[in-house]
C-alpha cells in the first residue's frame, strides 16, 4: 500500500516501471590453462568451498541505520542567527560571529537548489515540526573554513507516515565570498533531505550517491565534482555504495548511468523511484532501520521482470565508467568529456600483445559491485608490422575467488579510441572459471578487459548494500595469443 498523503509516489513507480522496459532491450603456451581443464582457483578452494559458502549463507541479515542520528542538532543557544526564506520552507541559523551576509548566501543557495528540485518533481523535505523553531527544512552554520565533509542528520522517524520518512538537517561551514563549493554544499544537505523524505532507513551509499548526483544537478561545481570522480575512478575496486555521507561522491555516476542510458528523460527519477520503492516500516522501538528490502533489491526485482539481472547492469556500467572524461567516445556517457583526465578509470595492468603470454592478478581485491580493467596494447605490434592481426586470436581464461560472482567482458577499440565491438565472456552459474578466444584484431588500438564483482552466486545470499565492510575476492586472468 502506498504512503498516504504522497501522491508523487505514483509518479515514481511509474517511472519505475516505464525504466525497467528500456533495461530489457540492453545487452597454447608452456603453463597455459587448456580449456575444459579444473580452474586453479577452483582446484584450491574445492575443499574450503562448503565452508565459505555456509558461512556466507549463514550470516544474519544485515541492519540498517541507527534510528537515532549520531548527528544532533544544534541548540538554539548555540545558533542564535536565523534567516529565513520568504516563499520556501527554508532556514539558515548560525552562531553569533558568523556575519550576516553569510546566513543570506547560504539562503539563497537552499532556495535554488529547493526550486530546482521542485522542477525535477521531486518531493520536498519533510516538515520538522517545531525544531529549529519552525516546520523550514533548516540549515546550521559553523564559524571557520571549509575543513572537512558536512554533517548530515536525521530526527526520529515521524508520526503518522505509514512507511520511515524523516525530516532532516545539515551542519555545513558559513560560505565564503567566491568559489561554487558552499551552494554545491548546501544542494548536497538539501538533496540528503529529499531522500530521507523518501525512505530514512535506506542505506548510507544509497543516500550518499543520491545526494551527491542532486547536488550535481541542482549546483554544479567542477572543482569538486572532478575531485570526487577522480577519486571514484582511482579506485574502481571499491564497491559503488562505499561512500560515506557528507561530501560530494564520485558515485554519482551509477544513478547518472541509470538516467542517461534507461531513463525518461527528467533526472534522478530512476533513483527517486528505487528509495521510494524500497521505503519500509520499522517497528517502534527498533535501534535500527528495518532495511529490506533495500535499494538495490528493489532494482533486482525490476530487472528481473524484464528478463536482465543485476549483474548484466553492473557490467555495463563498468563498461561506461571505462569512457569517461578525456577517454569518452561520445557513445556511451553524455557530457562524459568534460571529467577530462580527472575521468580516466585506472587500469590494473597494460600489456603489450608482443609480452603474451601473461598471467596477471589485480593490486587488491574487488569488492562486491566493483570494477576490474585490463589493456592490451595492439598499437606497437600494428606498427611494426609483425603479425596479421586479421587472422590473430587471442585467448582469456578468468578465474577467481569463490563465492564470489564475476562478470565479464572484451571490449575491442578502434584507433579512435571508440568501441569498435564487444565480446560477452559467458561463464556457468556456480563456477569459478569464465574463457573465451578473440578473432579479428585488425584496425584496432587494443583490447579493455573489463571485470565486475557482481557479489556472490549463492542465490539466497544476494549482494547488500548494508552489509559494508564489504568482503573483496581476488582473481587471475590469462591472456595468450
Same mark, same amino acid.
Given at each position: ?34 580449456p575444459g581443464s ?24 544485515? %541492519? ?14 548555540? =545558533? ?28 539563497? &543557495? ?30 546550521? @552554520? ?23 520518512? =524523516? ?8 560560505? %565564503? ?37 542532486? =547536488? ?57 523511484? @528505487? ?27 525490476? @530487472? ?22 578525456s577517454r569518452s ?7 562524459? %568529456? ?48 609483425? &603479425? ?9 581464461? =578468468? ?15 578502434? %584507433? ?51 552489509e559494508a565492510p ?12
Amino acid at each position: 500500500m502506498l504512503r498516504r498523503k504522497a501522491p508523487w509516489v505514483l509518479a515514481l513507480l511509474a517511472l519505475a516501471a516505464a525504466f525497467g522496459g528500456p533495461l530489457a532491450a540492453a545487452a597454447r603456451a608452456p603453463g597455459a590453462p587448456s580449456p575444459g581443464s579444473p580452474s586453479p582457483v577452483a582446484s584450491a578452494q574445492a575443499g574450503a568451498l562448503g565452508d565459505d559458502t555456509a558461512a556466507e549463507a549463514a550470516a544474519p541479515p544485515a %541492519e540498517g541505520r541507527p534510528v537515532v542520528s549520531p548527528v544532533q542538532r544544534p541548540d538554539d543557544r548555540d =545558533a542564535p542567527q536565523r534567516a529565513c526564506s520568504f516563499t520556501l520552507p527554508l532556514c539558515v541559523h548560525a552562531p553569533a560571529g558568523v556575519p550576516g551576509a553569510a546566513l543570506l548566501d547560504a539562503l539563497a &543557495q537552499l532556495e535554488a537548489a529547493m526550486r530546482a528540485y521542485d522542477a525535477l518533481g521531486l518531493p520536498r523535505p519533510l516538515p520538522d515540526g517545531a525544531r529549529g523553531g519552525g516546520p523550514s527544512y533548516d540549515l546550521y @552554520l559553523e564559524r571557520g573554513p571549509r575543513r572537512g565533509p558536512m554533517r548530515v542528520g536525521h530526527d526520529l522517524r515521524a508520526l503518522g507516515e505509514r512507511f520511515d520518512a =524523516a525530516s532532516a538537517f545539515a551542519i555545513i561551514a558559513a560560505p %565564503e565570498r567566491g568559489g561554487c563549493a558552499s551552494a554545491s554544499d548546501a544542494a548536497y544537505a538539501l538533496g540528503y533531505a529529499v531522500a530521507t523524505r523518501l525512505d530514512a532507513g535506506a542505506e548510507e551509499g544509497a543516500l550518499a550517491m543520491t545526494a551527491s548526483y542532486l =547536488a550535481a544537478i541542482a549546483a554544479p561545481c567542477a572543482a569538486e565534482e572532478l575531485a570526487a570522480v577522480d577519486a571514484f575512478q582511482r579506485a574502481p575496486e571499491r564497491a559503488i555504495t562505499g561512500a560515506a555521507l557528507g561530501a560530494l561522491d564520485g558515485g554519482l555516476l551509477f544513478p547518472w548511468y541509470l538516467d542517461d542510458a534507461y531513463g525518461t528523460g527528467t533526472p534522478a527519477q530512476i533513483a527517486a523511484s @528505487l528509495l521510494a520503492i524500497a521505503a519500509q516500516s520499522t517497528p517502534a522501538g527498533a535501534a535500527r532501520f528495518h532495511a529490506e528490502p533495500d535499494t538495490f533489491d528493489a532494482l533486482r526485482a525490476s @530487472l528481473r521482470s524484464r528478463g536482465e539481472d543485476l549483474g548484466d547492469l553492473l557490467l555495463e556500467f563498468a563498461i561506461a565508467r571505462a569512457f569517461l572524461g578525456s577517454r569518452s567516445d561520445g557513445a556511451h556517457l553524455s557530457d562524459a %568529456e568534460r571529467f577530462g583526465d580527472f575521468g580516466r578509470v585506472r587500469f590494473e595492468w597494460s600489456l603489450p600483445y608482443a609480452t603474451l603470454p601473461r598471467r596477471v592478478a589485480p593490486l587488491r581485491p574487488i569488492e562486491p559491485t566493483g570494477a576490474t580493467y585490463l589493456w592490451l596494447d595492439l598499437s606497437a605490434e600494428k606498427a611494426a608490422a609483425r &603479425q596479421d592481426l586479421k587472422t590473430a586470436e587471442i585467448t582469456f581464461v =578468468a578465474d577467481w575467488e569463490l563465492p564470489a560472482l564475476f562478470r565479464w567482458a572484451i571490449v575491442k577499440i578502434d %584507433e579512435q579510441g571508440a568501441e569498435a565491438g564487444r565480446v560477452d565472456v559467458a561463464g556457468v552459474f556456480g563456477s569459478s572459471r569464465a574463457q573465451r578466444t578473440v578473432v579479428g584484431l585488425d584496425g584496432l588500438s587494443g583490447l579493455l578487459v573489463v571485470g565486475v564483482n557482481a557479489g556472490s552466486m549463492i542465490r539466497t545470499h544476494p549482494f547488500d548494500p548494508d552489509e559494508a565492510p564489504f568482503m573483496p575476492h581476488g582473481y587471475t586472468v590469462w591472456l595468450s595469443r
